[in-house]
């Protein structure tokens, strides 16, 4: 875990997605949509992954991409299947997921990130776009989604929801490492300012409609739920992103709780696995890797009053069924 052990010591940069072929309705980039060819690999600590996980659930794809999920633990390999039996998974058959980007690109240079999705016939890495991946799943896998699936991704709304998704995405959800991972006062206050201004943006906004943009949920709900979710566990103390918690913010907390309570959002959240990644793996932060306990979860489950402000959360569809 040597490189996890210099995480804050030395500038943070966002990594772009270096395999960004897409799997597409007409097989464009050489991959075609197509049941039960493709695997998605997640952490359940990754709240680039996360995103996956959620609208993978929400539309029913389960059955059509299956799913790979990783050790929280990394070592200097990076995410490692020792979750299966005899640490390897069961379909693709490798121990690493560096495996399958070898066999895409012998020797790549970059970082081994999920979510990705691999090729099962050939063993080969076909995305790690973790922007992308969920605009396609609600866009191009259209004829495996569920009946009822929700449009998570509405063409009417498209310009809106981009818009939106992107100021979270720069200041919330990639704001919270670069306050976490950064090497020096300024740099950390300016991500700091950047993380609660939008925040406090966001909750002016869901002050007087209970989703970001429309009244049913959409991408950018998804998009801000998996940092939410994460952020009195793991960024309020861990990244030093304090000025307040989650739960003292009466609009976001019962934002969040709304989503959480919601099929797809909180039954796909693993609280153990978030801790002990970001506590054990980032050794540069936290040098002991010891975990905290807190905090206490039991607050997910209260009622958020939400309902009050109208919404349908998944439009003319419905939820998924009940795991």
């Avoid at 063993?123 to 009822?148: C, F, K, M, S």
């Avoid at 709304?258 to 970001?278: A, N, W």
Wanted: contains cysteine.
């Amino acid at each position: 875990m040597d490189g996890n052990a210099s995480l804050g010591k030395k500038a943070f940069k966002r990594s772009r997605s270096h395999f960004a072929d897409r799997i597409t309705a007409d097989g464009r980039d050489g991959w075609p949509v197509e049941a039960g060819r493709y695997r998605l690999v997640v952490s359940l600590a990754c709240p680039w992954a996360s995103r996956a996980l959620v609208v993978r659930r929400l539309l029913g794809l389960e059955d059509a991409l299956p799913l790979a999920v990783t050790d929280p633990i990394q070592d200097d390999r990076s995410w490692r299947f020792t979750l299966d039996p005899d640490g390897r998974d069961p379909v693709l058959g490798i121990r690493y997921l560096s495996e399958a980007y070898d066999a895409r690109e012998k020797d790549y240079p970059g970082g081994v990130s999920v979510p990705a999705i691999v090729d099962v016939p050939s063993g080969r890495l076909v995305t790690n776009d973790y922007q992308q991946i969920t605009l396609d799943l609600e866009t191009e896998w259209t004829a495996l989604h569920r009946p009822g699936a929700p449009d998570l991704y509405p063409e009417p709304l498209r310009d809106e929801i981009d818009e939106v998704a992107e100021g979270i995405y720069r200041d919330v959800n990639n704001g919270v490492y670069r306050a976490g991972f950064a090497t020096g006062q300024s740099e950390y206050e300016a991500a700091y300012g950047d993380v609660f201004g939008r925040l406090d943006t966001v909750s002016r906004r869901l002050s007087g409609q209970r989703y970001l943009v429309g009244d049913t949920i959409t991408e950018a709900d998804v998009r801000l739920f998996t940092t939410l979710v994460r952020f009195d566990a793991v960024y309020h103390g861990h990244f030093k992103c304090n000025r307040n918690k989650l739960t003292e913010d009466p609009v976001l907390w019962a934002y969040a709780r709304d989503l959480f309570q919601t099929p797809g959002f909180g039954d796909t959240v693993d609280f153990d696995h978030i801790k002990r990644h970001y506590y054990q793996v980032h050794a540069g932060l936290n040098p002991t890797r010891i975990v905290p306990l807190g905090p206490d979860l039991a607050g997910w489950s209260a009622p958020h009053g939400r309902e009050r402000l109208g919404g349908r959360p998944f439009g003319d569809g419905t939820p998924p069924a009940p795991r």
